[in-house]
């Protein structure tokens, strides 16, 4: 892939006492998907992309930010720790190596988001997280990876959810270490929490969120069973994904096998053993 120069771009906006800081790579005069930073108070809610790396040290509102709380390792969420000086970090246990260590970036991800750098300290997410008169909870929120984490508001019923909940409204692809039927799971109990406003990871803030969220559950349940269906006859992971005519989005070839419609079958069939068993998946 030939890149003449990337144009990177921040983005400020406001949401009652958040701040919600979306950085992107620019292409053709528009973002090529935002990912949204939060701060609340002088902590930030995961960290941007690092591409934006500059933009953000530069930025008159993200001064004095003192601690940055991490969802989950992937490179949209920490590319921009490292434009912070001073700063505490946390991040869920299992992430912390690959938060201080980032893995090298395939071209088509340097593109978009950009390599983090590497972090020297990181502490373990603390239960709860006071921040001026806000005392969120941290909440476990697995499925998208192994150990991501969001942060619970009970009293303003604000949930920083991160990556929890797909993007698309039908969602067919997948990295390797996405859990399909684990996303579900997390986000029916997303369903059962007193949530007013979910700031989402590359949505921003969705008030009201109940039917964002089920659009999404119904979709991924409804081909989970298709899958497990063809899966029951026999049928291979081609034959279910061409049975299901299911199609990669423009940029998929370019992720190098990163993401896949195999990995989203995969997941469905290896993942829901013993199916439906949803509460020991969400363990
Ligand atoms: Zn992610």
């Not at 993200?62 to 969420?77: A, C, F, K, P, T």
């Not at 390797?176 to 986000?187: D, G, H, L």
């Amino acid at each position: 892939m030939m890149i003449a120069s990337i144009n990177m771009m921040l983005e400020i906006e406001h949401f009652d006492e958040i701040v919600c800081v979306k950085t992107a790579t620019e292409q053709a005069g528009q973002a090529i998907m935002w990912v949204y930073a939060y701060r609340i108070g002088n902590l930030l809610f995961d960290a941007g992309c690092g591409n934006a790396r500059e933009e953000v040290r530069n930025c008159p509102e993200l001064e004095g930010i003192e601690r940055i709380i991490i969802s989950h390792y992937h490179e949209d969420h920490i590319g921009c720790i490292r434009a912070f000086e001073d700063v505490v970090i946390y991040a869920p246990e299992q992430s912390i190596e690959l938060i201080q260590n980032p893995d090298e970036l395939g071209e088509f991800f340097q593109y978009v988001w950009g390599q983090p750098e590497k972090v020297e300290k990181v502490l373990p997410v603390p239960d709860v997280i006071i921040e001026g008169d806000f005392e969120f909870e941290a909440i476990p929120l697995p499925g998208h990876c192994k150990n991501m984490y969001g942060i619970y508001e009970p009293e303003r019923k604000w949930l920083f959810s991160a990556d929890a909940i797909p993007l698309p409204s039908k969602k067919t692809i997948a990295m390797p270490e996405e859990n399909i039927p684990q996303i579900i799971a997390t986000m029916k109990r997303i369903q059962n929490m007193d949530i007013e406003v979910l700031f989402d990871g590359h949505r921003g803030p969705i008030e009201n969120p109940k039917e964002h969220i089920q659009v999404r559950i119904d979709f991924l349940h409804k081909i989970k069973d298709e899958i497990l269906s063809y899966h029951e006859q026999g049928k291979s992971v081609i034959e279910i994904q061409t049975a299901l005519e299911l199609e990669g989005p423009w940029y998929m070839d370019l992720t190098e096998g990163r993401f896949g419609i195999d990995h989203f079958i995969n997941s469905v069939i290896k993942d829901s053993i013993p199916i439906d068993n949803e509460e020991v998946q969400s363990v």
